[in-house]
C-alpha cells in the first residue's frame, strides 16, 4: 500500500503541489499520485534530459490506461521488475512535468524502457539520454 512510502502530512504535501504549479485535480490522477509519479521519474530518470523524463512519466501513465497493465499508479509502480520503490522526494520542478504529462503526452504510446538497448517487449520507437523507449505490440 501507499503507506510503504515515506509521505509528508497533508498540508505539507499540498504545499509541495501549489509550489510546483499543479492543478491537483489533473484528469483522474489526486495528489498521491502525482507524488509517486515524481519520485519514481526522479529515482529512474533524475540524470535525463526534460525530454528524458517526461517519457519515463509517459510509461507509467500510459500504463494506467492501457487494457494490458493495471489501473492504477500505485498498480503499475508497483508490479514487479518494473519500477524502483523510491523513497526522496523529487524537486518542486518534477510534479509540473508530471502535470504537464498528464494533461497532454509527450508520446502516448511509450509503454517500456530500459538502457543499453531496446527492450525485448513492444516496437522500438525512440532513444532519448541513456533510454531506450518502447511501445505497441
Known sequence: DL???PTRRSSDLDLVLICGGINV?????DPADIVLIGKVVQHEAGN???LGKRLVCDTILNRV???NF???VYDVIMQPGQYCNPSKFPPKEIYSLV???IYVR???Q?????TKRYHKYGVPLVVEGNHYFSGGK
Do not use: G, K
Open 3 to 5: 503507506h510503504s512510502f
Open 25 to 29: 485535480d489533473a484528469h483522474e490522477y
Open 48 to 50: 535525463q534530459s526534460d
Open 65 to 67: 490506461e492501457s487494457e
Open 70 to 72: 493495471p489501473n492504477t
Open 99 to 101: 502535470a504537464e504529462e
Open 106 to 108: 509527450t508520446n502516448p
Open 110 to 114: 511509450v509503454l517500456w524502457y530500459r
